[in-house]
């Protein structure tokens, strides 16, 4: 999984070609970090088919605010550089993001 930053968002996901599905996380965000190890293995599992990033937005805060990003956890995949679905807060669990990336897939 590649640590994106507010320099290297734009390139990474952006610019990216296919499907790109972001973690939104923040370190003082316990949810976050406890859905984390399952997004590793969703990585594993879809490599090849979908990239996934992470963004910390305590240190990109404006580019959070850019991209919607109105809470925490928020997974979102993106397609030729559009937003085209995501899970925020309650509704990103392990099952709710395996189903949005497999209507996809």
């Known amino acids: 999984m590649l640590a994106v930053d ?3 968002f734009q390139t990474e996901v952006l610019q990216g070609e296919g499907y790109v599905l972001v973690d939104y996380w ?3 965000c316990e949810p976050c970090k406890a859905l984390m190890p399952s ?3 969703l990585a594993e599992k879809y490599e090849g088919s ?3 990033c992470k963004l910390e937005t305590t240190k ?3 580019l959070a605010i850019k991209e919607k990003v109105m809470g925490l956890p928020t997974i979102a995949i993106y397609k ?3 937003k085209i679905d995501e899970v925020t807060k309650d509704d990103a669990t392990m099952a709710n993001i395996e189903a949005m ?3 996809y897939v």
């Open 39 to 41: 997004i590793m293995e």
């Open 26 to 28: 923040s370190e003082s």
């Open 6 to 8: 507010k320099d290297t």
């Open 60 to 62: 990109a805060r404006r």
């Open 80 to 82: 030729d550089g559009a």
């Open 50 to 52: 979908v990239r996934f």
């Open 101 to 103: 990336i497999k209507k």
